[in-house]
């Protein structure tokens, strides 16, 4: 009987994996399909001075128009792809409209602002990721100081060695490089004085308890203080209220990009955004 049971289990159990494992492996050949089809689009999200609220950048956030299902985030197919080594092909993907719609806001004469690119773990671990990058910056007559390579600190830690080699070469390309989601990884404190980093993003979730909540203003203060000594530039993420705004004005940050200034638009929208070139957000009347 306790055999017969224990096969049942592991009948149960691998029955469950193969349905799960089905589902990745149909996903995966929709995402296939999708680099194939040209089903990907970037969303350009502005970034603003906290001196001035004008725009000092945009960062390039992509999306999947499935044809079934719509719009599907970043969050679900990004693993996905990591897990299945698309991500080198959707991660070139990236590189490359982003290089070509910063050429083309570029030729039409518009306030030249950076554009932020994501790279996720794999991608960064890839070798030939350099000169794959300054091949689409040079084929696209851009120069690295057009852009801006986002990294979270987990890619930082997972091999610091390795990461300081790649990072080194993006740096002396000419390219800045901004952690992201800074403070929510593990990283110690002393490492960021080893890595050759511009900005700190201060991740959304200590952002979202400003100003009242103390514990989240005594976490910002201290990312201020410690990035400002160590030369660094400050971006905080997820900004959605005037509140938020103002005090991190006070604080002394010094960029800052959420929904209260814009939500992530359209290449056209964001062209729209340049043209007018005044500060956000734009007030509707
Ligand atoms: P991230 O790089 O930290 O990007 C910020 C995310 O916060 C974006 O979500 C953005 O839409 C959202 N956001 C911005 N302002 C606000 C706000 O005021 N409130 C709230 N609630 N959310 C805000 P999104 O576009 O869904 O992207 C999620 C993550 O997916 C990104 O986090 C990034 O890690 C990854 N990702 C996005 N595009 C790419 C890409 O092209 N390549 C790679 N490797 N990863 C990407
Ligand atoms: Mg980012
Ligand atoms: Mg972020
Ligand atoms: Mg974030």
Redesign the pocket.
């Known amino acids: 009987r306790a055999k017969a049971k224990g096969r049942n289990a592991t009948q149960f159990f691998s029955a469950e994996m193969n349905a799960r494992a089905y589902e990745d492996l149909l996903m995966s050949k929709a995402l296939r399909d999708a680099l194939e089809r040209d089903q990907f689009i ?2 350009y ?1 502005p970034c603003v001075s906290l001196v001035d609220n004008r725009m000092t950048g945009v ?5 999947w128009h499935h044809p079934e299902q719509g719009v599907i ?3 679900t197919f ?1 693993p996905l792809a990591e897990r299945n080594g698309l ?1 080198g092909q ?2 070139h993907w ?1 590189f490359r409209e ?1 290089c070509e719609q910063t050429a083309r806001w570029r030729m039409a004469g518009l306030p030249p602002v950076r554009v932020a ?4 773990a794999r ?1 960064f671990n890839r070798r030939g990721l350099i000169q794959e990058i300054a091949k689409l910056i040079a084929d696209n007559g851009l120069t690295p100081r057009d852009l801006h390579m ?1 990294i ?1 600190e987990s890619m930082m830690m997972e091999n610091p060695e390795r990461a300081q080699e790649v990072l080194r070469s993006v740096a002396e390309m000419g390219m800045d490089i901004a952690v ?2 800074f403070g929510t990884g593990h990283s110690s404190l002393s490492y960021l004085k080893d890595f050759p980093i511009h900005y700190l ?1 201060i ?2 979730s200590f952002v979202m308890g400003l100003p009242e909540d103390q514990g989240a203003l005594a976490i910002v203060k201290a990312i201020l203080a410690m990035a400002h000594n160590l030369n660094l530039k400050v971006i905080a ?4 209220t005037a509140a938020q705004r103002d005090i991190l004005a006070e604080l002394g940050c010094d960029e800052a ?4 200034f814009s ?2 638009r359209r290449a056209s929208e964001l062209t729209r955004l340049l043209e007018a070139n005044q500060a956000l957000p734009v007030k509707s009347h």
């Open positions: 970037l969303h999200q960062e390039a956030l992509v999306r985030p970043p969050s990004i991500i959707l991660g990236v982003a690119i994501n790279v996720s991608q986002e979270t992201d989601d993003k991740d959304r993420e997820g900004v959605e990009q959420g929904y209260f939500r992530p």
